[in-house]
């Protein structure tokens, strides 16, 4: 017997854990559905009451009002969420910009309302993400453009779809956003005294967690998903492309390359193997090292390094420092190109130069 259809709309998860609105379409005559940009459920159900109210309120513009929250929700459900590589920091952005600008009209938003969020996200007042409501803690100014850039984003994608701005109808004003202006901060890196002190201190995985992300100068996602699959003993090598990784993440402007296994890194590499080679990871699960590291930094007083990115800048630092280690060699490691290289790690290339000419001109 076929299942009677329902003409009651109602509301349901799918895998990517994220609640949608679902309602039968009569003149469609199929189910159609709308994302309530939430994994919270209790969020989910009050943007469903709003659904069930007025399903402007998810779907489009109430009368010629468009506000930041619909056009956030619009710019994720027709953009975001099928064109965006990492979609969890995109949600947590745009769960800061709803609580803040939500109900405000986004033809409203102007210089006064862009300095309250900026100063707000800088002391900690408002923020924090998704998963950290109650952890409030201060935002960087590069965080806060980040997210007004995203502000930004969104007004525009309502632009081109005629919703805002002088195509829309009726025509509106385009909100004027305010990003916080700021200096970019020198690369931070540990020393080898301090690398060194950190792997006497570290232990267990997270340990060898530090070992791979050092030798490899691999970013700490490619490493938490290693498989035993990516790793070639034979040839030495380990290739940083995940067997699972969506056509989105192979565009990524992050590459993912073959990095050779390291003398110092090899033991650690063939242990974990006979350890784990059967569970399919190369840790024997899928782990999350970014807390336990920052804490083993803030326990060693190294809290301003406290980043799992620092072991990636300190093996590109570290081999530059030596002198015999090119740009173009860094980079072939680091999946960088060369202009990066010499841009993010000057410090180390102008050490490297001075000691060249120091050379050449015998004083060293």
């Known amino acids: 017997m076929a299942k009677p259809i329902s003409r009651v709309p109602w509301l349901a998860t799918r895998k990517n854990g994220r609640w949608y609105a679902f309602w039968y379409d009569e003149t469609k005559r199929r189910t159609e559905s709308k994302s309530l940009a939430t994994r919270d459920p209790d969020e989910a159900k009050a943007r469903f009451a709003a659904f069930l109210t007025n399903q402007d309120a998810i779907t489009g513009q109430v009368g010629s009002r468009l506000t930041v929250g619909q056009g956030l929700r619009q710019y994720w459900d027709e953009h975001a969420s099928k064109g965006v590589i990492d979609q969890d920091r995109q949600e947590n952005i745009i769960a800061n910009l709803q609580g803040f600008f939500g109900d405000v009209a986004f033809s409203d938003v102007d210089q006064t309302l862009c300095r309250a969020y900026t100063e707000a996200r800088r002391q900690g007042l408002h923020g924090g993400g998704m998963n950290r409501r109650k952890h409030y803690g201060a935002a960087a100014d590069s965080t806060i453009a980040r997210e007004l850039g995203l502000l930004g984003t969104a007004a525009n994608h309502a632009r081109k779809n005629k919703r805002l701005g002088p195509t829309a109808d009726p025509p509106t004003p385009m909100p004027v956003i305010l990003k916080p202006q700021f200096v970019a901060e020198e690369t931070v890196w540990l020393t080898v005294g301090e690398f060194q002190t950190l792997l006497r201190w570290a232990e267990g995985d997270l340990l060898d967690f530090i070992m791979i992300a050092y030798y490899t100068g691999a970013r700490r996602r490619s490493i938490e998903v290693l498989t035993p699959g990516q790793i070639n003993l034979i040839q030495g090598t380990i290739n940083l492309r995940h067997p699972d990784e969506t056509i989105l993440q192979r ?94 790690y000057a410090h180390a290339c102008v050490q490297n130069l001075g000691d060249a000419i120091r050379v050449v001109s015998g004083q060293k």
Not at 254 to 261: E, Q, Y
Not at 299 to 306: D, M, N, T, V
């Open 251 to 344: 565009r990524s402007k992050k590459r993912r390359p073959h990095v050779p296994i390291a003398d110092e890194l090899r033991p650690t590499i063939e242990r974990m193997l006979a350890e784990n080679g059967h569970t399919g990871w190369l840790f024997g699960a899928k782990l999350d090292f970014y807390y336990p590291f920052k804490q083993l930094l803030a326990s060693l007083k190294l809290e301003h390094k406290g980043f799992p990115h620092v072991l990636r800048h300190s093996r590109a630092t570290h081999l530059l420092h030596t002198g015999k280690v090119s740009t173009y060699h860094v980079a072939q490691l680091l999946g960088d190109t060369e202009e990066t290289v010499r841009r993010v």
